[in-house]
């Protein structure tokens, strides 16, 4: 069993920096699934925003109606770009396969971040756009979605929205569930329209073309594997959350490839005074044998924990959780995992609010070093949630929010004296554009940015790292580190038993260290605990 504990033995060696994908890059492929109605009447947004010191020139565009804007955004203010709601995906046939949208900035060295949001009265949803990934052989994405539970309305399904980045993508797609297959993709000679549960089918996708799945049971787990990089989003047209707990909402969040998927994770609630209900996770495996710890206390007493453990047998199988209100968690796990966070039906709210389907984030891609802008949406009363990764005390004066410090305001997440620690910060924000931004530059930290209203919600992330983490299997013995902002900093890992797990620090030594460096052929020169 690996020690419930959050960050131990950081090492920081002298050596040379290494890059990492952060939230803002020069290039996103997108798009839209359907949302409750399929007739034009969904708006569908993107906002731009920059953390470059000098304003930057972005081009929207798609094949589809060629449909093409540009303009400028500056690191004072965003861009919200209203986009032809006939861009939106409905189907899988052949008339959807060039929806894709590429947003790109104009100068391939400058940084822009993306974020989307599809909105209807009463469903809606928010996402975090990822960049087009590093070059690698092989690309892994495994989905996460929840079941609709039907009611007195129609069942409507789960989705999968493929967006290719290159051409000639080869795709091998293996479902969870029944999906038919289109005419135009069946292999030659093949007579079904279908592929059961678990078997395999192939798909080439050129530059921005779009393919969705569709499917009335839950897709969570399926599989799509790549010789190029992928966009690939998940979700749901309308969902209950839970099964059978009105009223369905639009789930919708992009899914990042398994390599850059953590094991490090603190759940912390939403924070709207206007709701009770419980906050609902889904963690979905990697690999196979995934075991996962929780630790959890309740806000004011965190003398008093209480742990979970659940073991996942599945590469892409999942557990489902819920949170009270008042739990503030901290999760480890031995394997990568994802984990996505849903936010509670209207009706058990007094009506105020519906479901979100949001990415939480492992510690492991928090975002230092940069300016963090995101947007609020309109139509909704929306709050934010900071986590901070900080030793000794919380973040307090030197991690700003629209530039105001709240000192007082933050609370101490799961931790001991000798270990990094985690802080949260809750804040109603105004409608529009917002900065997130840390003095020194140092502090490791994610937004969330989630908004409620009458029967309807959205959330979503506002940045992330986008480092390949390596979730190749290890051999007994070897030594590693993980979550640094260079290839000689992070946290110590030792693999024991085929997989990699903390080391503890109990009496860690200068003379520890020195056998650290020497196994990863570092110089000790410099280096600091």
């Not at 909105?119 to 892994?140: C, I, M, N």
């Not at 075991?291 to 996942?312: M, P, W």
């Not at 629209?402 to 007082?408: A, N, Q």
């Not at 903390?502 to 570092?522: F, K, Y």
Request: aromatic letters at 12%.
């Amino acid at each position: 069993m690996l020690p419930l504990v959050a960050f131990v033995v950081f090492l920081h060696l002298e050596g040379v920096q290494v890059s990492a994908y952060k939230g803002g890059a020069p290039e996103y492929f997108l798009a839209f699934s359907k949302n409750y109605h399929v007739d034009n009447s969904n708006i569908l947004t993107l906002t731009i925003t920059t953390s470059e010191s000098a304003p930057v020139s972005y081009e929207v565009s798609s094949p589809y109606g060629s449909y093409y804007v540009t303009g400028t955004v500056s690191q004072s203010s965003h861009v919200s770009i209203n986009l032809d709601p006939s861009l939106t995906v409905t189907g899988s046939d052949v008339t959807q396969r060039s929806k894709g949208i590429r947003v790109r900035a104009a100068d391939s060295s400058k940084t822009i971040s993306v974020s989307g949001m599809t909105y209807e009265q009463h469903t809606a949803d928010a996402f975090l756009a990822l960049p087009s990934g590093p070059v690698a052989e092989e690309y892994t994405y495994i989905a996460s979605s929840m079941l609709w539970t039907n009611r007195s309305e129609s069942a409507l399904p789960s989705l999968i929205l493929i967006v290719g980045t290159l051409d000639n993508t080869l795709l091998t797609i293996t479902p969870t569930q029944f999906v038919i297959i289109p005419d135009d993709l069946r292999a030659p000679g093949n007579p079904q329209n279908f592929v059961s549960p678990g078997e395999s089918y192939t798909v080439t996708l050129n530059w921005l073309n779009t393919y969705q799945i569709e499917s009335y049971l839950d897709l969570t787990g399926s599989r799509i594997v790549s010789n190029k990089p992928l966009s690939v989003f998940a979700g749901h047209q309308c969902a209950d959350v839970p099964a059978r707990v009105a009223a369905c909402d639009h789930l919708y969040e992009q899914i990042p490839p398994t390599s850059t998927w953590g094991r490090f994770f603190f759940l912390v609630p939403s924070n709207s005074v206007s709701r009770t209900s419980p906050e609902w996770y889904r963690v979905v495996s990697s690999k196979l044998s995934t075991t996962v710890f929780i630790t959890c206390y309740i806000l004011g007493d965190s003398q008093h924990s209480f742990v979970y453990q659940n073991y996942i047998a599945q590469v892409g199988g999942f557990k489902q959780f819920h949170m009270e209100r008042d739990n503030y968690c901290y999760m480890i796990s031995d394997k990568p995992i994802l984990v996505m966070q849903y936010a509670h039906g209207a009706s058990a709210n007094n009506g105020i609010g519906d479901p979100f389907m949001m990415m939480t984030l492992p510690t492991e891609q928090y975002v230092a070093n940069t300016i963090i802008n995101f947007y609020a949406y309109e139509n909704f009363t929306s709050d934010i949630t900071i986590v901070a990764l900080q030793q000794d005390a919380p973040p307090g004066e030197v991690l700003l929010l629209d530039g105001v410090s709240y000192t007082s305001d933050w609370i101490q997440l799961y931790c001991s004296e000798e270990e990094l620690c985690g802080y949260t910060l809750h804040k109603q924000v105004s409608t529009g554009f917002h900065t997130v931004r840390s003095v020194n530059n140092q502090i490791p930290i994610a937004v969330y940015v989630y908004g409620f209203e009458f029967s309807q919600g959205y959330g979503y992330p506002a940045a992330m790292e986008l480092k390949d983490l390596g979730v190749e299997e290890c051999v007994d013995g070897g030594i590693r580190l993980v979550g640094g902002e260079s290839e000689t900093e992070g946290r110590a890992e030792v693999c024991q038993g085929g997989v990699w797990g903390t080391i503890c620090n109990d009496n860690w030594s200068t003379e520890d260290t020195e056998v650290v460096c020497g196994q990863l052929l570092l110089l000790s020169s410099g280096m600091t605990l």
